[in-house]
């Protein structure tokens, strides 16, 4: 029995050894992709470790960058900010150091524009006044010698007539003595003739020098008043004094007998004087008034209006030029109590 079951078995065993070498053959095989496999994968996490520390590597070096970037930039800030705090801080100085250097400055060329106007107008005047008086002198000395010189020649006429009528004899004594006596009476005519036409030359050398004295002072007040802002101290002083010596040239012309020049004064007087009004600094307007009385002008110019011929024909006008000195000299008022007011 014992030798014959190898013998039953020997024909199935080279099939098993084969099974076993391709079992032995696969697992062979099987072991070498595994061990592909690790070292693929062992490659793999290497490089996955090393793709790691690099990214972060640089994740860290980024944050820290950001970090001293940051830093940096807020100590850059810190100093900026404290540096454009010093430069304001000195623009401040800078600017008030300023603003008085230039109130200063306003305060003294007004001064002196005020000094320099006073001077001029007061020295123009006086050469003014002298010339009319001047005029006025010689008119008066002309006629009255014209007068002595028809009265000498008249007085020798006479006394020669009263010599004649003394040495006629008696008949014609009375017939001489009328004739003398008529001579009498157009002597004392012809010398009262003689002054009322002296009186009447004076008057209208008056009415003449008035139209001439009104005729300048609106050309002087248009010339100052023309293209005037009046925003500034030393054009305000300029227009103000062109608005009084627009007011002066109308009473001037009103007594001058000048209707078309007075009628021109008194359209610039209503086109300029609410300009100067509106423009002129507030605090300026007490000064300006308190140095050239315009106020005081330009009321002497509507009372001689009205008390005048042309009162009717211009009425219109005269109420509107009241009616802007009566706001002017309220503004006046309210600007001389703010400069006594004291600031708080």
Not at 85 to 111: G, I, P, T
Not at 115 to 142: C, F, H, M, P
Not at 272 to 280: D, G, M, R, S, V
Not at 306 to 334: H, M, W
Request: glycine residues 6%; hydrophobic residues 40%; charged residues 25%.
């Amino acid at each position: 029995m014992e030798n014959t079951t190898p013998n039953a078995d020997a024909p199935a065993a080279p099939f098993a050894n084969q099974e076993i070498e391709a079992l032995k053959s696969k697992v062979s095989i099987l072991n070498q992709q595994l061990t592909d496999f690790e070292k693929g994968s062992g490659r793999s996490f290497e490089l996955l470790k090393w793709v790691m520390g690099v990214i972060f590597g640089a994740m860290g070096m980024i944050i820290a960058f950001a970090g001293v970037n940051w830093w940096t930039g807020k100590a850059n800030y810190e100093r900026d900010k404290d540096f454009l705090k010093q430069e304001a801080l000195l623009l401040e100085q800078r600017l008030a150091l300023s603003q008085k250097e230039l109130a200063a400055l306003d305060n003294e060329q007004f001064v002196h524009i005020r000094e320099q106007l006073e001077t001029n107008w007061y020295g123009q005047v006086l050469s003014n006044d002298k010339q009319l008086e001047y005029i006025r002198t010689n008119s008066q000395t002309a006629f009255k010698s014209m007068l002595m010189d028809k009265s000498k020649d008249f007085d020798s006429v006479l006394s020669t007539l009263k010599v004649a009528i003394t040495n006629l004899d008696k008949a014609v004594d009375a017939r001489f003595r009328e004739y003398g006596t008529q001579i009498n009476n157009a002597y004392a005519s012809f010398q009262a003739t003689n002054l009322a036409a002296v009186s009447n030359l004076l008057i209208d050398v008056d009415t003449a020098m008035a139209k001439a004295t009104g005729i300048s002072l609106a050309v002087q007040g248009s010339y100052l008043c023309k293209g005037n802002r009046s925003n500034k101290p030393e054009s305000a002083i300029s227009m103000g004094v062109g608005i009084s010596s627009l007011a002066k040239a109308g009473s001037d012309l009103v007594k001058g007998g000048d209707e078309t020049d007075l009628k021109n004064c008194l359209e610039q007087l209503l086109v300029y004087f609410p300009n100067f009004i509106q423009h002129t600094p507030r605090l300026s307007l007490c000064v300006i008034d308190d140095m050239y009385a315009i106020a005081s002008d330009v009321d002497r110019l509507t009372m001689t209006l009205q008390a005048s011929a042309y009162g009717a024909r211009y009425d219109a006008e005269t109420v509107s030029v009241k009616n802007c000195n009566d706001l002017f000299k309220r503004l006046v008022k309210e600007s001389r109590e703010a400069r006594l007011t004291p600031r708080k």
